[in-house]
Every structure is written in structure tokens, then in C-alpha cells.
């Protein structure tokens, strides 16, 4: 099982980005998947998450900016990133609950990360 993100780069403040997450493997089922961010110096924090079902949360500061959704049947995760600004510069971590095919129980899986790097 593994996490695939893509999407990352450079832009400049107000402009927008998507970044992407496919979950690949044997997989049973896909639970909660996530965004995490982390910014140099900075402890990695949770950005958006979406549950099985859709129900969403988000960090306070990225509301009304940014957008999580989840496609069930590719396994895959997105976020659109609207408005960024300079302080959203941060390697972006894709997170997913997920039970491998042949195991009872569910495991955190993590992705490779991705840099955004929003100049002003």
C-alpha cells in the first residue's frame, strides 16, 4: 500500500493549485484521508480531512480557501487551494486510514509530501 501525491509547485499569492493523492495496493477499504502541511520550523499540522462518507473538516486559517473532496473509487484524494498566500508555503503530506486487503485492522499511511511555495 502506498500514497502517491502530485500537484505541488511555485505561485504567486491569490493564485490557485490542486494537489492530488491516489492510494495504490491491495487495498479493502479507504477511511479517513487527509492533508497535512508543514512549514520550515514549524510542527506538521492538519489542513483538511474527509471522512468515507464526506464529512469534512479544515483548518481555520485555509476555510473558506481551500477545498478537500475525495474520489471513492479511484482512491483518491484532492485539494484545491484557492487564494493562497505566502504563509501556506509548506511541504504538503497527503494521510490516509487504510486497511490492506488481507488485514483486519486499518493503518496511517503517509505519502511522499509535496513543496507549495507561494511567493508574494
Known amino acids: 500500500v502506498q500514497l502517491q501525491a502530485s500537484g505541488g509547485g511555485l505561485v504567486q499569492a491569490g493564485k490557485s493549485l490542486r494537489l492530488s493523492c491516489a492510494a495504490s495496493?491491495?487495498?479493502?477499504?479507504?477511511?479517513?484521508m487527509a492533508w497535512y502541511r508543514q512549514a520550515p520550523g514549524k510542527q506538521r499540522e492538519l489542513v483538511a480531512e474527509?471522512?468515507?462518507?464526506?464529512?469534512?473538516k479544515y483548518l481555520d486559517s485555509v476555510k473558506d480557501r481551500f477545498t478537500i473532496s475525495r474520489d471513492n473509487a479511484k482512491m483518491t484524494v484532492y485539494l484545491q487551494m484557492s487564494t493562497l498566500k505566502p504563509e501556506d508555503t509548506a511541504v504538503y503530506y497527503c494521510?490516509?486510514?487504510?486497511?490492506?486487503?488481507?488485514?483486519?485492522?486499518?493503518?496511517?499511511?503517509w505519502g511522499q509530501g509535496t513543496q507549495v511555495t507561494v511567493s508574494s
Open positions: 495496493g491491495d487495498i479493502f477499504s479507504v477511511n479517513t
Open positions: 474527509v471522512t468515507s462518507d464526506g464529512s469534512t
Open positions: 494521510n490516509a486510514d487504510i486497511r490492506p486487503a488481507l488485514s483486519k485492522w486499518s493503518e496511517e499511511y
